[in-house]
Every structure is written in C-alpha cells, then in structure tokens.
C-alpha cells in the first residue's frame, strides 16, 4: 500500500516557479508515477509522468516548462513548474500505478490506484 501527500502549492503570479513534492509512504521504485491536474469546472488531465526507467510524459501545454523527477532513495517524486500561466491554476494530484499498466497511456487516470489529496497552485495575471 503506498500513501501520497504532496506538498509545495501556492499562489504565484504569472512567469513564477513553483516546485510540487509527493513524499510516498511506501518503496516507490517499482511503480510508475504521475502528476494530474484538475481546476474548477473541469476534468482531471495528465501533466506529466514518469515510468519505472525514468522516461517521461508531458501534456503539450507544460512541454518546455515543466520538468518530472524521482529520487527513489527518498521515495518523493517532483514537478518543477517555470514560466506559470494563469491557465495553470488548478489542484495538482500526485498519483501512483502499478508496472502490470506499463503498456498502458501513461495518463490514463484509471490505471493509477493512488493518489494524494492534491496541492493548490495558483497563478494570478
């Protein structure tokens, strides 16, 4: 069983930076991981994710400025966040999947089977 909780959301104004932690309660290495978004209104999409090997996904709006990472020694994935817009407002969710769903699209929301409680990202114009 493995618990999630993210930590590092705030308000920022546009063209800030913010770098979200999901510290994961259990070993880590051997699942794929991901952070998800969802702002009012809308559905939770994928923003990047990052497999067993450390290869990457990216949503094409965050493509260039956002970058996933894994320290398996710490059992804590990362999303560094640059040049925020606005349109990034939303509460991000750390989430984790088994390797059985590595053939699976790395942002499909139904393969992962833990998540955290989400962190609150703002960005004011």
């Known amino acids: 069983q493995v618990q999630l909780v993210e930590s590092g959301g705030d308000s920022v104004q546009a063209g800030g930076s913010l770098r979200l932690s999901c510290a994961a309660s259990?070993?880590?290495?051997?699942?794929?991981m991901g952070w998800f978004r969802q702002a009012p209104g809308k559905e939770r999409e994928g923003v990047a994710a990052?497999?067993?090997?450390?290869?990457?996904r990216y949503a094409d709006s965050v493509k260039g400025r956002f970058t996933i990472s894994r320290d398996n020694a710490k059992n804590t994935l990362y999303l560094e966040m640059n040049s925020l817009k606005p349109e990034d407002t939303a509460l991000y969710y750390c989430?984790?999947?088994?390797?059985?769903?590595?053939?699976?699209?790395?942002?499909?929301?139904?393969?992962?089977?833990?998540w955290g409680q989400g962190t609150q990202v703002t960005v004011s114009s």
């Open positions: 989430a984790a999947r088994i390797r059985y769903y590595s053939s699976y699209d790395l942002f499909d929301l139904r393969t992962f089977g833990y």
């Open positions: 259990g070993y880590t290495s051997n699942y794929e």
């Open positions: 990052i497999n067993t090997d450390s290869m990457t």
